[in-house]
């Protein structure tokens, strides 16, 4: 469960590696949430807290690779850095800086745990390493409350005082009655909404996904999937559109530029499978798209706050016209449901379990997603303004989603000025012929761009 993206620089002078890595280093000491790591805590069992690490060490987290400026070779790169399974034991990040001369194009991942980050708090966290961000570390306020004065010797009859303390007494007993009989409607609602989830989590489980399913067994011939099993080998493949494409679509065919990303990203994915033979009429592919639900009131120390929908894509319809009209069918339903109900609302199901449930149900859960769904495509926000690091114009970013246990494709999609990125994440036993995925995409967007607009 370890998520991050792929930022590419092209600097328009010579900066010296050195240099690059010093500039992190100094930024990377601004950001207290970047020294703290997870504690186990006795109560309640199995609950952790964010503590501080009193052994960090930068050297551990921060990695210099030379390697030449070649998009496949940094993609390799990213691809085995991505696999490798981050220290529990010590803050739950990395970054790594690709580069090679000092007057060329460089990259830096960033890798973070899910527990750390969801994808907002990614971004969050990778523009506070770049120039012009400013700095929101916590401190005194400039001017603070002045010192209460110290309280004259009281000249108020012993019996008078004793009766203030039991009047005071009896008000905030009172006042605390008060509200818990106010929340109560609210604890009803929040019940009811619970049982709700939970109750559409069950019915949409699917058990024929216990068999071989299309985004994990690419032989039908075993029983147990490759992508049952943890990804040790993973690819990552990098796709750019332009901007101007995405919107000329949704221009012509209606809908949102997410609408038109998804019915492309389906659109590839239908013609993989037909080229591997898997599309069979029987066959879905089912498809969770998480949902921020942070809010402007949620401080740093909200790492992952996430919902989502459960999106069953179109592979089986003709011409990608009639799949982005299903996909905004499908879309528009679940936004007029809202995020927080639905079987795709699952986080908020998690978050609402004591910890001691947690310590009991998430090992048993943690193998259960494809019983909901097959793969994940985010949509992770980049500011449009133009962006630097150490005075390198930002070129590109490419988020990259974590791929789950049982899961063999992840994808993440992320605008930035005039272009869209797209990281497709991937267990390689499952997906071996990832780029057959990846240069689907782009003739996708164009067969939309040729099609004639729906009739009125």
């Known amino acids: 469960m370890q998520l991050g993206a792929l930022a590419i620089f092209d600097p328009r002078e010579p900066i010296p590696p050195a240099q690059l890595a010093a500039v992190l280093a100094e930024r990377v000491t601004r950001i207290p949430s970047l020294r703290q790591r997870l504690r186990a805590a006795w109560l309640p069992p199995g609950g952790a807290a964010w503590t501080a690490d009193t052994t960090f060490d930068l050297a551990r987290h921060l990695h210099l690779h030379e390697l030449s400026p070649d998009a496949e070779e940094t993609a390799a790169l990213a691809s085995e850095l991505m696999a490798e399974p981050l220290d529990l034991c010590r803050p739950l990040w990395q970054l790594h800086l690709m580069t090679s001369l000092p007057e060329g194009p460089f990259a830096v991942l960033i890798k973070l745990h899910h527990a750390m980050a969801d994808g907002l708090r990614t971004v969050e966290l990778g523009l506070r390493l770049l120039d012009g961000f400013a700095d929101r570390r916590p401190g005194r306020p400039d001017h603070g409350e002045p010192e209460p004065a110290a309280a004259a010797p009281s000249t108020v009859p012993a019996a008078q005082t004793s009766a203030e303390r039991a009047f005071r ?37 699917r058990l024929a996904a216990l068999l071989p399913s299309a985004l994990g067994n690419p032989d039908h011939g075993s029983a147990v999937s490759p992508a049952d099993r943890p990804a040790t080998v993973r690819r990552l493949a990098l796709v750019r559109l332009d901007t101007r494409d995405v919107r000329q679509v949704r221009r012509r065919h209606g809908g949102t530029e997410h609408d038109v990303l998804l019915a492309v990203i389906t659109g590839a994915l239908q013609r993989w499978l037909i ?26 120390q909200r790492h992952n706050v996430l919902s989502g929908y459960l999106c069953d894509l179109p592979i089986h319809q003709d011409g990608p ?72 114009p930002l070129q590109h970013v490419y988020p990259i989603a974590p791929l789950a246990h049982g899961q063999a494709l992840a994808i993440a999609v992320s605008t930035y000025r005039d272009s869209v990125h797209i990281g497709l994440h991937a267990d390689h036993r499952a997906v071996p012929d990832l780029d057959c995925v990846a240069d689907a995409i782009p003739t996708v967007l164009a067969a939309l761009n040729d099609s004639a607009p729906p009739a009125p």
């Open 275 to 300: 080229a591997n033979d898997r599309c069979s009429q029987g066959l879905g592919v089912r498809t969770f798209i998480p949902v921020s639900r942070r809010s402007r009131t949620d401080g740093p």
């Open 321 to 392: 016209v009639g799949v982005l009209r299903e996909i905004r069918a499908a879309m528009d339903r679940n936004k007029a449901a809202g995020f927080a109900r639905g079987p795709g609302a699952f986080p908020v199901l998690a978050d609402r379990m004591p910890a001691p449930v947690q310590l009991i149900t998430i090992p048993l859960l943690r193998r259960a997603g494809p019983l909901l769904f097959d793969t994940t495509i985010t949509s992770v926000p980049i500011p449009s303004r133009p962006m630097a690091l150490a005075g390198a």
């Open 169 to 205: 007494t009896a008000q905030t007993v009172t006042g605390v009655a008060i509200r818990g009989i106010l929340q109560l409607p609210r604890a009803f609602d929040l019940a009811t909404s619970t049982v709700s989830i939970a109750a559409s989590v069950l019915s949409h489980v």
